[in-house]
């Protein structure tokens, strides 16, 4: 979804925020995302946006049709505003890609809540790509610390005996009770709702 627009109407004269850009009409451009379709883009406050995009997915698909429509949209001297980086991108890779698209077009684009502005390759901030990649940097071992401790968690409860793994989906105990019963596979896959394969595979372990 749109929300209002300052160079589609192809006028300074209506636009409220709009600034002359050599020969071009700069748009400060907005984006929004919100996962579910309950929740609320209310609280990602974006303050004189000429235009928002807004949009109700998931951030790990990276094919979001609003996303595309914002980076359509933008010309050279454009500043693209977002609330937080983790409403544009879910990993750095993303990230950088899509920072990098927005720069190649000759825009700016700024991350609210991080206080970090990316600007095209002749005004970039060292100092803010280098506060990128730390940030990148510690998400990733942070990642690892917590895949660590699983392992580690795993690795005493085996010792305790106490880690079962995965809890079988299907309850193998009742297919051999309802044959023991008289009923055929076909009978106890629809009453358990599994397929018909998965009690000739369980059967033949009996």
Known sequence: MQVDSCRDSLGLESNKTGIAYGNKLMAIV??????????NLDR?????????????????????????????????????RVHSIDRLARDLRDLQAIIEQVNADGATITFLKEQLTFR??????????LKLHLMGAFAEFERS?????????????????????????IDADKVKE????????TAIAKALGIGRASVYRLLSQQ
């Open 145 to 169: 610390i917590i895949r660590e401790r699983q392992r580690e968690g795993i690795a005493r409860a085996k010792e305790r005996g106490v880690y079962a793994g995965r809890k079988a989906s």
């Open 30 to 39: 907005g984006y929004r995302r919100v996962s579910h379709s309950s929740q």
């Open 178 to 185: 309802m044959h023991e019963e008289g009923l055929g596979a």
């Open 44 to 80: 990602q406050e974006l303050v004189g946006c000429d235009k928002v995009f807004e949009e109700k997915m998931s951030g790990a698909k990276r094919d979001r049709p609003e996303l595309n429509r914002m980076l359509d949209y933008i010309r050279e001297g454009d500043e693209v």
């Open 120 to 129: 095209p390759s002749a005004q970039a901030d060292p100092f803010a790509k």
